[in-house]
């Protein structure tokens, strides 16, 4: 698996810059402190909360106008039957999927985003509130890319 770094949705400074000194708190939105607060206190032993999530998964390939390698953004309603396991509903510019099968093992996460047409399958870490790793459509390995979810609100 690649760095997860390359897929997460915001960027870390590289080494020579020089180290931002983050937002106080107090010039967050409510709605920024409340994500910051539960990305920050998240343990990978707790259940990750069902509702609605979102994210996105990159594709090297060019489609339906977009040049290869752009984003393509996920909204999902996910829902966690415990700790490690869940389904969920959701669109994305594809059109709509559900997830099947998803577990969490650990800090590795798997499932299979099912279109009814065709399957994709993804492969992944939970690091702390967010998921993220790499898919492939379950009848061609080769056509592949990165992901990221995490919840909305």
């Known amino acids: 698996m690649e760095k997860l770094e390359t897929v997460v949705p915001f960027k870390s400074p590289s080494p020579a810059a020089p180290i931002p000194k983050p937002k106080s708190t107090s010039m967050l939105s409510p709605a920024e402190s409340k994500e ?3 990305v ?3 343990k990978s032993s707790q259940v990750l909360p069902s509702g609605l999530w ?16 752009s984003k393509w953004l996920i909204d999902v309603n996910m829902t966690f039957q415990s700790r490690d396991q869940f389904t969920a509903r959701g669109s994305d510019e594809v059109g709509s999927f559900t997830f099947k099968n998803g ?5 590795k996460v798997q499932f299979i985003k099912d279109y009814g047409k065709h399957q994709v399958v993804y492969e ?7 998921m993220m790793g790499r898919w492939w459509l379950r009848t061609n390995r080769n056509t592949k890319g990165d992901w990221a979810l995490w919840p909305a609100g």
Do not use: C, E, P
């Open 36 to 38: 910051l607060s539960y």
């Open 40 to 42: 920050l206190h998240s």
């Open 54 to 69: 979102k994210g996105y998964f990159v594709d090297n390939r060019a489609l339906r106008g977009k040049s290869a390698g």
């Open 103 to 107: 577990k969490i093992t650990g800090s």
């Open 124 to 130: 992944g870490q939970v690091l702390g509130a967010q």
